[in-house]
């Protein structure tokens, strides 16, 4: 027998494809970089079946990927081997729900929207919100984060237990389901973040959190970048209970009202949001309005009902799409370092003399209580010029990144776009990590050529 009548006869014949279509949905993710069609594209619905795919893969020298719905934007998941493509969509059951524990027991291939549906029959919530509708998995693969995170942390925060299927095809359990340990080393942050390149992520176990009692949304105006991130600073140095803290430059709002219709001033804007009790809400925001008063805010407007937060959130994190379709033809190229919040007024103000030096079209937005910013600049994949501008300009804040104390990176994943950083940025920890790739899939069978 062949590969392909193996995988048949473990998963069944239906659940392992080549044909055309299949393939070309496995070749590509959100990101610009050229896409790739694996070998074949398997759909496991155990850790059992995962493994013996993995065993197939070790016995014919195939490479293995790991596939969620696509939504990276690194080329994180682009199989640019001949690869068997491990797709999870088929695991995709909510296992169980620990409501006592704050726990929920999950398949990789669970959405987060999917999660959060059946999380509020239990009045409770998953944090990290990245924007897409991710997978779990993917989302645990990437290290993901996003507008909560100021509040809540990252995906790594949430990991309380995975099974991984390796290499090798055994199953392992990186943790447990206590609220903290001290026994042996810290597998939960070694596999986070590892982007399948060292283990198929079968199970996780996640952190949940209560809905709030009451949530309030508020815009402010700014006369500049430097007022809206030292009022933002101001406001995190109060102990203020800030769950979400987004900027958007004057470029981006301008973008936003065209797409979404708002009028909203096209000056550097701050989105928040509160949570917590009603009372001890409304000091907090009374606080806040008089922090940002302090720092030159021109305006700032608050939001209590439901439908008004959903529009002003639902404007925020449409700005990708506002510079899509006002851009037809082209891509976007998402970028994403993360400095010192003390060195983010500086960075964004060298990003924007950055883009403004290419003479490409992009806007920049930034979860900015934790200094991790982003440039949607608009490129033509088939013109080579404008993506040598883009690669100008993100090598450029990734220096400026670097030279501060911050990341290459903060939330995307390093997958191939990001991997040429990483010597610079690790150093002599690098040769460690490649050491622990080395130990973990020694014939380098997983998502090869990503992240190291």
Known sequence: MNLMEELQQELAPDRVTKNETVLEQHSSDESYHTP??????????????????????????????????????????????????????LMNKVLEIRENDFLVKVQPGVTRSQLDKELKKYGMFFSVDPGADATLGGMAATNASGTTAVRYGIMRDQVRDMEVVLADGSIIHTGNLAAKSSSGYHLNGLFVGSEGTLGCFTELTLRVYGIPEYTMAARASFHSVDDAVEAVTAILQAGVPIARVELADAQSIKQMNWFSETEYQEVPTVFLEFHGNEAGLKQDVDFTREIVMDHNCQDIEFETDTAGRNRLWEARHNVAYAYIHGNPGKKQMVTDVCVPISELAGAIKDAREAVETSGLDGGIVGHVGDGNYHILLMVDVNDQTDIDKANIVNEHIVNYALARGGTCTGEHGVGIGKRKYAKKEHGASLEVMRAIKQALDPKGILNPGKVI
């Open 36 to 89: 790739h069609l694996p070998e074949v594209v398997v759909f496991p619905e155990t850790a059992e079946e995962v493994s013996r795919v993995i065993k197939l893969a070790n016995k014919y020298e195939q490479t293995v990927v790991p596939f969620g719905v696509a939504s990276s934007l690194e080329g994180n998941v682009i199989p640019y081997e001949s690869s068997i493509v491990v797709d999870f969509s």
